[in-house]
């Protein structure tokens, strides 16, 4: 009897190994990308693709896989959460993901962008939160936001892999990134250091981000100091007048 018992529980293991999808638990082929100083891509190929009973007449997934790598045909993996819908807060700021990044930022030509950077856990970035609300507020009540996108990613969970940008090594956050209209690939870093060598991190003030943005835009596309004085002006006549 136990001898029996034994060839049963074989037999039935052996049915359910059958009966198993393949495992997935890594990638059984990766291939990394450092062309084109874009960083580095990833591509896999997935062991159950590679587990497939193979037509003798066609390629085998490996070699279809590394054709398609070489003639460009492939998508790299790209670290995002998978919220692909535009996320906006109370004061205006747009949060992007890793696979949102092209559309939201890339693609958006007629519009300057401005992105925050973050970590959840950075104590600086609680603080750097507060004041880039506000400065989306400020945009908004400028009714700059006609032309001025202000946007942030959770740098922990997304990263920005594109064929047609690149975005440097983010070492410390927060971090800030203008795309100026017309030229997103060409993103320019904040890099203004206080006495201590702090950049983004020690700002108090949203004028101080909207300052620097005007200087380096060179006054285009709708961003002029005159008019921000202008209007800053009008906004203090309004808070006077409502305090009388």
């Known amino acids: 009897k136990k001898k029996k018992k034994k060839k049963k529980k074989k037999e039935d293991n052996e049915e359910e190994r059958k009966a198993e999808p393949y495992p997935t638990i890594l990638p059984s082929l990766l291939v990394t990308d450092q062309r084109n100083h874009r960083g580095t891509q990833r591509y896999y190929l997935d062991f159950s693709d590679i587990a497939q009973i193979r037509d003798q007449k066609k390629p085998s997934a490996i070699e279809k896989f590394i ?4 003639d460009g045909r492939l ?16 004061s205006g700021v747009q949060s992007i993901t890793g696979n949102t990044f092209e559309t939201m930022v890339l693609d958006q030509t007629d519009k300057h962008t401005l992105l925050y950077i ?11 939160s507060v004041l880039w609300n506000e400065l989306c507020s400020l945009i908004r009540h400028l009714k700059w936001d006609n032309f001025i996108d202000v946007m942030k990613m959770d740098i922990t969970k997304n990263e920005i892999v594109s064929k047609h940008f690149q975005l440097e090594t983010v070492k410390f956050v927060p971090e800030v990134y203008y795309f100026p209209l017309g030229k997103k690939e060409k993103a ?3 890099d203004i250091l206080d006495e201590f060598g702090d950049g983004a991190g020690r700002l108090s003030d949203p004028l101080d981000v909207l300052d620097w943005l005007i200087n380096i835009s060179g006054g285009d596309g709708g961003l002029s100091e005159e008019e921000l004085l202008d209007m800053l002006e009008e906004l203090e006549f309004e808070e006077t007048d409502e305090l009388e």
């Open 67 to 70: 054709s398609d790598f070489w």
């Open 75 to 90: 998508k790299p993996e790209i670290q995002s959460q998978e919220n692909n819908d535009a996320i906006v807060n109370d």
């Open 118 to 128: 973050y970590a959840p856990t950075c104590g600086h970035c609680k603080r750097f």
């Open 188 to 190: 320019i870093r904040f």
